[in-house]
């Protein structure tokens, strides 16, 4: 693929990304995306640590998810220390697998087990945010080159952009789905005991409070109690 077929799959990347309906399929398609698109790469994934646990995001291809629970593990390899910003790089590339690691020298004979050649990987960040790292895969050594990297680049920008709108789509109706069920609940509580709104407030929030669970999951359960009664 030339230059401007890739700027051209770029564009209509960005609009496909920003078109998903949740953060998973935003994050689906990413790797998708990177399969199709960077030449070589025959398998994607999207790793991310979260307290101190490598966790798979999204992944393409079978050896992705038996290499990030391997690097998670062994707490080593290319993507866990990518997605941990260990050692301060936002990218990394390993034109040879199949030569010895220094580095990663327990994840190393794992990865060749598993039939990876080389690999590239990109953190995926924006000013204000670290969504973890985009690992691309083959099976032979050699494939990732420098043009390679800068088509990583372009991608894992677009991603990160894309990943940081639909996070934010998705807290926005988390808050609205929150704001719904807290009401309706006010609602029959007030129908029920003839309060107040804010004395219904109230109720829920020492409930809340009383059983140390969220606001949110109080209503759905008074919601659910509702619903079986009828």
């Known amino acids: ?5 890739f700027a051209e799959e770029m564009a209509r990347l960005a609009r496909r990304l920003l078109a998903q309906d949740s953060t998973q399929e935003t994050l689906d398609e990413i790797v998708s995306a990177a399969v199709d698109l960077i030449d070589g790469c025959e398998a994607a994934g999207i790793l991310a640590v979260r307290k101190g646990r490598a ?4 992944s393409r291809g079978d050896m992705v998810e038996e290499s990030d629970r391997v690097q998670g593990e062994l707490c080593e ?51 204000d945010e670290d969504f973890g790292a985009l690992n691309l895969y083959s099976g032979k050594p050699g494939v990732f080159t420098r043009g390679s990297e800068t088509a990583g680049w372009l991608l894992a920008s677009h991603a990160a952009v894309a990943l940081s709108t639909a996070r934010t789509v998705d807290q926005l109706e988390h808050a609205l789905e929150t704001r719904h069920a807290i009401g309706e609940a006010m609602g029959m509580l007030r129908e029920r005991h003839r309060l107040s709104e804010e004395d219904a407030f109230a109720v829920l929030r020492r409930i809340s409070q009383h059983h140390n669970i969220k606001l949110r999951d109080v209503a759905q359960s008074i919601r659910a109690e509702a619903a079986d009664k009828t």
């Open 1 to 5: 693929m030339d230059w401007r077929e």
């Open 55 to 58: 966790v798979t995001l999204a």
């Open 77 to 127: 390899g290319p993507c866990f220390d990518a997605a941990r910003r260990l050692n301060g790089d936002r990218m990394f590339r390993i034109s040879d697998m199949t030569q010895p690691q220094p580095t990663w020298q327990r994840y190393a004979p794992a990865a060749r087990e598993l039939g990876i050649g080389s690999m590239m990987g990109f953190l995926l960040y924006t000013e």
